[in-house]
């Protein structure tokens, strides 16, 4: 088992690695998705198998999905890939990659001072799981409801493009119009 | 019932300045005049009583009430009315009056009717108090008053700029001399232990040894708080600019009133003046220098009020000269006439300024004998009594024993006495000059209209006692009625003569010469021979002497070297607030650093983020660290 | 077989963390930079369920499913504001989007 954990780990660094650093939206989010899957992988080596189903089916499956939506919509390809070229000279992403490896050594040593434990891995199952949650976290069960609906509500206000259908000789003046109210 | 006289003009400025505004014109008029001539028929009443039936301690006292105890010290508010002060309460009471009933008609067309009479009664009312008051503090309080209500009515047309700054000019000159008595009172309460005046004139001689330098301070600081009130030299500057407030302000507060309220102080602490002859000596000096540079400008002056101004400054000139000789009661007679006769000039002054639209330029006036028959004899009436024609005018009973007494007293001497003289020609000069450019000769303004039936009277009340009053007091070798100076006789001691005098006829002839000389002089310079006028306006010398007469010998220029500018200079090096530098330091510093601290907030959110990411590498490596 | 360390997953979750911080760092484009939050995200779940994976117990995957539900949340509401943004500003940079500077 724990060498199942070591490869996904593995995986899942390497996909995210590369992920970040396409100049592509799709590629970067297919490679994303090959990162989610990976770490569903590590869930389940953990002994976590209900989560690991979920990883796959609501991040990798929903939110990356919503992704690829939103990016068609906005039709960015090849345009965004040249921008993006651009952009990405080695002056831009020397200094913040050298900030955050300095992050990454100060928590590995935090971690490697601190006292080192085993872990021996059981399964917890999806019945204790949902135990808990409709027990004592119920509260918070609620709560993310309500974070939902708000999600939900707020999405659909924003998104909304209300288009106004004008004879012609209006069409100019609403144009300009246009670029101020939300 | 006493206390009824000053409470009748409080209350009638108690409703006139609540509720002036909301009544008609003729209850304003009603309610202002109306205080003041109830007053002045009590005063008759207590008047007439007291001569059929003096009082025992020759005084009437009445105690209204405890006004404050801190200690051992006591104040109340009590009223004590002896002779001299009866004097003054009838001068205010019955010149305010005939003000009063004059100013009726006078702003009638004004739009702060109810304001003029709310702060006239209230000048009345505190005038009443200072002269009736029984201890000092009760009187610095109707002193004060009356500097307040002279303030708020020269500046009565506060909308002009020059208005207010002549009430200005009046406090502040005033508030000097307030200030130097106020000294004055705390030192006498130092010596003595109280504030009340009767016990204070009954203890001083035995506290005090005579030309002593405290009893000599105190007399001082008594003597500049009345010069300043008194507009005396060098406090004098005010008076003429004091003129910007309206005719009948100027008839009762600076003619009659407020301005004597200086002679009232020093006659009434006469005890301590009597042990300080150094302080005699400097009032009679600066009363007789007084006389004759008021006199010298008021011959030159072209407004016509400017030149009754400068001739009550020289006239409480000769009241403050006869304090200084001793000679208490030919003071408070010249006083008494004067009133009358000065307040008459102002009133037809105002008439004349009044008919001509506010024409105030004698020279623009003239040829108003015909037209205002009235007040052209009126005013010849009370020029007359000014200019001390012998017999039958009030001016010379009063104003020549002040003469006499300046060569024969015990503190007089020929320079006194030449000053007087020189002053009484000048008087008669200038009121001949004022009487026949302004009434005879071509007419250069229209008359536009008459003045009514309501400023008539009070001129010819006034006309007929500036001719008569004089009569009850005559010189001694001429007749013996001293009908006045009998009724002070309690009161007011009697000058002190020097030994081996001349007789006194010869100084009355020569006074009467003098007189005769001045009118004479006026009518050959400006209806006789009018060119010798010409050839002086071309000499560049009389020119300059025509200046400095003209300025009022140069005061107000010399102080505004000495004081004005200084002051001014001094404050504007202040001005840039050099002492608020910390606080607007500390406003500098923190918006410079709010402007460099604005840097970080450039709403690139990379920026933010790396932010965020700088502040947690610092906490972990602190953790680490420590 | 050797158990597994605790600090070596809490290790790899650093990991991936870091990466997607340098990620939101770097990128210029909303996209990425929510694509960059998406990683974080996941990497903060995965140390929760590490440390519920630990002690036997199932909060930490109570925790997780609570992360996923607000990711899901956010992710949904980011994008429609990318869409509004786009419409007006025809840009995604986000160095345009500057107006709440000082």
Known sequence: MPILFYISSLVTLVATVIAITRYHPVHALLYLVVSFLAMSMIFLSLGAPFVAVLEVIVYAGAIIVLFIFVVMMLNLGKDTARQESEWLRPKVWLIPALLSLVLLGEMVALLVIGAEGEMHISVVDPARLSLSLYGGYIIAVELIGFLLMAGIVGAAHIGKHTKKHLHRFLQEKEMEKQEINI | MLGYIPALPFFGFLVLSLGGRFLPRKAVAIIGAGTVVLAALLTMVFGIRWLNDPPVQGAYQQLLWNWFTIGDLSVAVRLRVDALTLVFVFIITFVGALIHIYSTAYMKHDRDYARFFACMNLFVGAMLLLVMADNLVLLYLGWEGVGLCSYLLIGFWYETPANCNAANKAFLVTRIGDTAMLIGLFLLYQKLGTFDIQSILLRSPRQFVAGAHDITLIALLLLAGGMGKSAQIPLQTWLPDAMAGPSPVSALIHAATMVTAGVYLIARMHVLFLLSPQTMAVTALIGGITLFAGGCSAMVQTDIKRVLAYSTISQIGYMFLALGLGAWGAAIFHFFTHAFFKALLFLAAGAVIESLHHEQDIFRMGGLRKRLPLVFYSFVAGAAALAALPFISAGFYSKDPILWYAYSARGGNVLLYLLSLAGAGLTAFYSTRLVLVVFGGVERTPVFEKPARAMNLPLVILAVLAVTVGFIEWPHNLLRLDLFSGFLEGVLPAPVLKGGLPSEGLFQFIAAAVTLLGIYAGYVLYRGRKEVLQKWQRSASIRAVRLFFLSGWGFDILYRTLFVRPFLFVSGIGKPDWLDWLNKGIARVSLALSSLLSVSQNGSLRWYIAGVLIGVLFIITLQLVL | ?102
Not at chain 3, 20 to 45: D, H, P, Q, W, Y
Not at chain 3, 58 to 74: C, N, R, T
């Open chain 3, 1 to 102: 077989m050797t158990p597994i360390g605790a600090n070596t997953v809490l290790v790899v979750a650093a990991a991936l963390f870091v990466l997607g911080l340098a990620a939101a760092l770097t990128r210029k484009n909303i996209i990425f930079i929510l694509i960059a939050v998406e990683v974080m995200l996941n990497a903060s779940g995965l140390a929760f369920v590490a440390a519920g994976a630990k002690w036997h117990q199932p909060d930490g995957q109570v925790m997780f499913l609570f992360i996923l539900a607000m990711a899901a949340a956010e992710i949904s509401v980011g994008l429609a504001l990318v869409l509004q943004i786009y419409h007006q500003h025809k840009t995604l940079d986000v160095e345009d989007l500057k107006e709440l500077s000082d």
